[in-house]
């Protein structure tokens, strides 16, 4: 009797040594390493339309949370604008005033993305390039250069890049002209740039933007632009939240 049972311990034991054999191998390392997935950091990248306040953050937020998306992590060196909405992730790379010819020939982006390291870009820049009267073509070597620090960065990082806002500018008369010309160079340009591991997506901001009832000065949203904002971003950004 007692060899019957020492040989069932033997059994058992071998076993248990198969089962741990078994959990430590990769197909189950890889199985617990999807069960806590690392969130996707979302950078959303601009000037003050993202960052002063950049309300349209905590909507997109809002909306991503209750569709539950919400393995996702805004990330940047700027916070504190609440906007008197609900608690959100308010970690974002908006500079007010900021150029993206100024942003890529001063080489600033590199450290935000070191520290941020981004998975998606949310990119609306150029709206101080234009006010300055920047060329298209100037401003869209500014953001080749910005994606090129972005993919040195992380090389599968993805860009989804605005059709920027309108703008009626009582002081800028021929800034909503420029605004016209730097977004239909844009498309082009994606495409130019875009590759399968580090896609470029053009994200359309500027059709149905009205700067009569969307802004409060011609160029920076009201509440109802923001809402409009986040609408257009959230459909572009989820195919890349998985």
Same mark, same amino acid.
């Given at each position: 009797?007692?060899r *019957?049972i020492?040989?069932?311990g033997?059994?058992t034991?071998a076993l248990? #040594?198969i089962?741990? &054999?078994?959990?430590a &191998?990769?197909?189950a390392?890889?199985?617990q390493?999807a069960?806590?997935?690392d969130?996707v950091?979302?950078? &959303?990248?601009? =000037?003050?339309?993202?960052?002063?306040?950049?309300c349209?953050?905590s909507?997109?937020?809002?909306?991503?949370?209750?569709?539950?998306?919400t393995?996702v =992590?805004?990330v940047? %060196?700027l916070s504190?604008? $609440?906007c008197g909405?609900?608690l959100? /992730?308010?970690?974002h790379?908006?500079h007010?005033?900021?150029l993206?010819t100024?942003m890529? +020939?001063?080489?600033?982006l590199?450290?935000w993305?070191?520290?941020? /390291?981004p =998975?998606?870009?949310?990119?609306h820049l150029g709206? +101080?390039?234009?006010? %300055?009267?920047q060329?298209? &073509?100037t401003?869209t070597?500014a @953001? $080749?250069k910005?994606?090129?620090?972005m993919?040195a960065n992380?090389?599968d990082?993805?860009?989804? !890049?605005a059709?920027?806002?309108p703008?009626?500018?009582?002081n800028?008369g021929?800034?909503?002209q420029?605004v016209?010309?730097?977004?239909?160079?844009?498309?082009?340009w994606?495409a130019g740039?875009?590759t399968?591991q580090?896609? *470029?997506? !053009?994200?359309?901001q500027w059709?149905g933007?009205?700067?009569?009832?969307?802004? @409060?000065d011609?160029?920076?949203? +009201?509440?109802a632009? +923001?809402v409009?904002?986040?609408?257009?971003w959230y459909? #572009?950004?989820?195919?890349y939240?998985?």
């Amino acid at each position: 009797m007692s060899r *019957v049972i020492r040989r069932a311990g033997v059994l058992t034991s071998a076993l248990l #040594a198969i089962l741990f &054999a078994l959990l430590a &191998a990769p197909g189950a390392q890889g199985a617990q390493a999807a069960q806590a997935a690392d969130p996707v950091r979302v950078m &959303a990248l601009g =000037d003050s339309i993202t960052g002063s306040p950049g309300c349209w953050r905590s909507l997109l937020w809002q909306r991503l949370q209750s569709a539950g998306h919400t393995n996702v =992590d805004f990330v940047g %060196s700027l916070s504190g604008q $609440s906007c008197g909405l609900p608690l959100f /992730d308010d970690n974002h790379e908006g500079h007010g005033g900021i150029l993206a010819t100024t942003m890529a +020939n001063q080489n600033q982006l590199p450290a935000w993305l070191a520290a941020a /390291d981004p =998975d998606v870009v949310l990119m609306h820049l150029g709206t +101080n390039d234009v006010w %300055s009267n920047q060329s298209p &073509a100037t401003i869209t070597a500014a @953001y $080749s250069k910005l994606v090129g620090q972005m993919r040195a960065n992380n090389p599968d990082v993805t860009v989804l !890049v605005a059709r920027i806002l309108p703008m009626n500018a009582s002081n800028c008369g021929e800034c909503g002209q420029r605004v016209v010309n730097l977004n239909a160079a844009i498309p082009g340009w994606a495409a130019g740039i875009s590759t399968a591991q580090s896609p *470029v997506v !053009v994200v359309d901001q500027w059709s149905g933007f009205n700067t009569a009832t969307d802004t @409060y000065d011609g160029v920076h949203p +009201n509440d109802a632009g +923001n809402v409009k904002i986040a609408a257009r971003w959230y459909p #572009a950004l989820v195919p890349y939240l998985s």
